[in-house]
């Protein structure tokens, strides 16, 4: 597929799996997807201000509406993902998502590696989110199909 049409198909599916989603949104949807296609073979790491440079909104605070929908199953264009520095390697180490939302659904947060308890405060310092593509994105833009 070409990139307006991988961006025409999501489009799609988000409206109809929204009864009615605001303009500001889903055109912030469609910014983020034409980023996405632009670049799906050259990055795989996407972090919230590459998303919102991306997405054009101009309140920060939607953002969080719009990766709702690039997140989610049924969408399945974005996968959240989370790393955190690992001072031993002195290299930063993916941490198992489940994981991570574990530790925010029981509000009781420890350091992934070493253990020791976190605050809240804390655990938002040293756990760091970004985004990938998921496969069923990468799979629009297969060589000789579709």
């Given at each position: ?8 198909k999501?489009?799609?599916e988000i ?5 009615s989603i605001?303009?500001?949104i889903?055109?912030?949807?469609k910014?983020?997807l034409?980023y996405l ?10 972090t919230?201000d590459?998303l ?6 101009k309140?920060e605070?939607l953002?969080k509406?719009v ?9 399945n ?5 989370f ?5 031993d ?7 198992d998502?489940a ?20 605050t ?8 760091i989110?970004f985004f990938s593509?998921?496969e069923?994105f ?9």
């Amino acid at each position: 597929m070409n990139n307006h049409k991988v961006t025409t198909k999501y489009i799609k599916e988000i409206e109809s799996k929204a009864n009615s989603i605001p303009v500001c949104i889903l055109l912030a949807c469609k910014n983020i997807l034409d980023y996405l296609c632009e670049y799906v073979f050259e990055t795989d790491y996407y972090t919230y201000d590459i998303l919102l440079e991306a997405s054009k909104l101009k309140n920060e605070n939607l953002l969080k509406d719009v990766i709702f929908y690039l997140t989610d199953s049924d969408i399945n264009v974005l996968i959240y993902k989370f790393e955190i520095y690992d001072e031993d390697s002195e290299s930063m180490i993916s941490v198992d998502s489940a994981r991570i939302f574990r530790f925010y659904i029981s509000k009781k947060f420890c350091h992934p590696l070493y253990g020791n308890e976190l605050t809240f405060e804390e655990f938002n310092n040293e756990v760091i989110p970004f985004f990938s593509t998921s496969e069923n994105f990468k799979s629009c833009f297969n060589v000789g199909g579709k």
